[in-house]
């Protein structure tokens, strides 16, 4: 139950505060007072997006807060209790800012919290009847969903449609991979064209550098000769050469080790380094013996270090760029060869899917058929309360239009196997006709109460609010919908904004909406009336320019015949 509601710097409310309390509480005032304000601000509260228009001229910022209590056992209490935010004694507090700049701060029993989890909560909490609802009735949207919330089919239905989602995003799936199989015979010739050049290329990861160290010695291959050449007549074939010398000073000092053995290890090395600088000598000449410069190689090192360049430059960057790239192509192939496979499994799954869819929508569609006489036969004893005593309503079947899905059962939407349109038969021998071709707009009206009264009772009637549910309607009838406003009020609170003073006068707190001038700036104002306030209220609402003495006295009669009947309710 809502037990308290805060606006600051809405619109035109600079500051208000509204304590519906229990029963049926009503909201009155001229047209464009700011009853829709109100109305406005309840829905943000319970998850609708904010618009930073709706901030008060001059105020950077509007602040919105309810306070609601709960039944422990209730779903809402639960999930807060889940969520670790719980109140004290079941108690919800539930404030959002909305700024100027579009930011949004929402706070739940002092926690912050998310928009989404206000969505959650809201149709749990309070629900809400626009003025435009009773042409929204006219939808078969809509009397589909009337009948599975009266018959609690809500969660059925709500698998029914994850079930034909999964059926159609498998469509989409089969219908890509189609495409892709037309596109495959195309793909196919680029990665087997990409394969065979690539592994023609026999790339190794290793190769190019020794190519580049092979490129660079045939570049300086002149001087790489002369300087071997040098270097082999220094140590060895030129007069006075290295080898020469160390070989006459090894002699000398071999005899001088005979004369004095401490020399021998002395001599034993020169002799060592003799023999290691003839090796030497003898490597230096093998090298020079066989270099070969062909330029027919040096031509070849320089085209495969292109066609390597070339190569990795469109595939990968580099050697193992390309290496990688080739492998993948390879995977991409195989790939395609099991292409009709995949297709032949997706099918397969999506006639799974669409059997499992089919037989829930089928097990929902019993249901509902089930259901659709009982809500009929509570429609119209709601309608004979209303001055509709002689209305007969039927719900016929038809199938969904849109895109469907085809089964053999027939068209499956995203609802269902149906789509749901009430008949009704407003008087006695007339035939039953669609409601949207017949109803006139008091019908509508109370059609809707009718409607919504069912729907709430069977969620345990969470707060409800209707926005001027007078449409079309008044006198007698008015006080019948007063009467069953009344009625309803007693299972759960019931919040109406009205026009007619026939309702209001069955209101248990009465609040008078009114615009005035403060200070030079437009503010709305709520007032609680008293008895005397509330018939000096229905007066203004009667008066219709007739003699304000007559208004009062009407309005003293409405006032004491809803307390006499609601003794009785």
Request: glycine share 10%; net charge negative.
């Amino acid at each position: 139950m809502l037990t308290y509601l805060g606006i600051k710097n809405f619109a035109l409310i600079e500051s208000l505060g509204l304590e519906p309390g229990p029963g049926l509480t009503v909201l009155t005032g001229e047209t464009g007072a700011g009853k829709s304000i109100i109305l406005a601000a309840v829905s943000m509260l319970i998850g609708q997006r904010a618009d930073s228009d709706l901030i008060r001229a001059g105020s950077d910022q509007a602040i919105l807060e309810a306070q609601f209590q709960l039944d422990a056992a209730s779903d809402p209490a639960q999930r807060l209790a889940d969520e670790g935010m719980e109140g004290e004694a079941g108690e919800l507090v539930v404030r959002r800012l909305v700024s100027r700049e579009g930011r949004n701060r929402v706070q739940v029993n002092g926690n912050l919290a998310t928009l989404g989890l206000l969505a959650d909560l809201g149709p749990e909490l309070v629900s809400v009847v626009g003025q435009h609802a009773s042409q929204a009735l006219l939808k078969s949207e809509e009397q589909l969903w009337l009948l599975d919330a009266f018959a609690g089919l809500e969660d059925q239905a709500q698998a029914v449609g994850r079930a034909v989602g999964a059926v159609r995003e498998l469509d989409q799936e089969i219908g890509e991979h189609q495409q892709a199989l037309e596109r495959r015979t195309q793909r196919r010739h680029e990665l087997e064209f990409l394969v065979k050049e690539l592994e023609a290329a026999n790339l190794d990861p290793e190769e190019e550098a020794a190519l580049k160290a092979e490129r660079q010695i045939m570049a300086n291959s002149e001087e790489i000769a002369a300087l071997a050449r040098q270097t082999h007549q220094g140590l060895y074939a030129a007069d006075g050469s290295a080898l020469e010398t160390v070989d006459r000073h090894r002699a000398v000092l071999s005899q001088l080790a005979e004369l004095d053995p401490r020399l021998k290890e002395t001599a034993a090395r020169l002799e060592e380094a003799f023999y290691l600088l003839e090796d030497v000598a003898h490597q230096v000449r093998d090298y020079e013996a066989g270099l070969s410069f062909d330029p027919h190689r040096l031509d070849w090192l320089e085209e495969r270090l292109h066609g390597i360049h070339r190569l990795t430059r469109r595939h990968g960057g580099d050697v193992a760029g390309a290496l990688e790239a080739l492998a993948q192509a390879k995977e991409e192939l195989a790939g395609l060869d099991s292409g009709e496979q995949r297709l032949e499994e997706l099918k397969a799954k999506r006639q799974r899917a669409l059997r499992d869819a089919l037989a829930l929508a089928q097990e929902l569609s019993q249901a509902r058929r089930e259901a659709a006489p009982r809500l009929a036969q509570a429609a119209e004893a709601e309608l004979a309360q209303l001055s509709l005593a002689s209305c007969r309503m039927r719900i016929s079947f038809n199938e969904p239009g849109g895109s469907a899905l085809e089964t053999s059962a027939g068209s499956l939407g995203g609802r269902g196997l149906e789509q749901a349109e009430i008949l009704i038969a407003p008087n006695p021998g007339e035939g039953f006709r669609p409601l949207r071709r017949i109803a006139s707009g008091g019908e509508l009206s109370r059609m809707l109460l009718a409607l919504r009264t069912l729907v709430a009772r069977r969620h345990g009637a969470p707060t409800l609010i209707f926005d001027e549910v007078d449409a079309g309607i008044g006198g007698a009838t008015g006080a019948a919908v007063g009467k069953k406003l009344a009625s309803l009020a007693r299972e759960g609170q019931v919040v109406c904004i009205t026009h007619l003073p026939q309702i209001a006068a069955w209101a248990d707190r009465h609040y008078a909406v009114e615009k005035m001038a403060v200070d030079g700036r437009t503010a709305t104002r709520l007032k609680l009336l008293d008895q005397a306030g509330r018939l000096d209220e229905l007066s203004r609402m009667l008066a219709g320019g007739g003699p304000e003495s007559t208004a009062r006295q009407h309005a003293g009669q409405l006032l004491d015949s809803a307390r006499q009947a609601k003794i009785s309710l």
